[in-house]
């Protein structure tokens, strides 16, 4: 039984792969794979400094200046790249599977 998914009802099939993917070797997929993963921790890296700033910020403008809010970083751009990745990764791994990597 296949526990690695639980959304998962079905074997993995070549239709489930664009055919460039299809084509990756299982060092190619592992390389992606490491590399994904290091830009994922580098932008929540990002993601939690720019937390901890836009809390500063929103503390010192509430409490004393309010043009201090022009400080605060919105994250949608690092969360959007972060998403796009993982799914990303759901693919590479699954290709691992059923690559037999």
Do not use: W
């Amino acid at each position: 039984m296949d526990t690695t998914s639980l959304n998962r009802e079905r074997d993995l099939r070549h239709d489930d792969f664009a055919p460039e993917d299809l084509s990756r070797t299982c060092d190619a997929i592992a390389a992606e794979t490491k590399e994904n993963a290091q830009v994922i921790a580098k932008l929540q890296g990002e993601v939690l400094a720019n937390r901890e700033q836009n809390q500063a910020a929103l503390y010192f403008a509430s409490v004393i200046f309010l043009p201090a809010l022009a400080a605060v970083k919105p994250e949608t751009a690092e969360r959007d790249v972060i998403s796009a990745l993982q799914k990303r990764q759901d693919v590479l791994n699954n290709l691992g599977k059923f690559s037999r990597c």
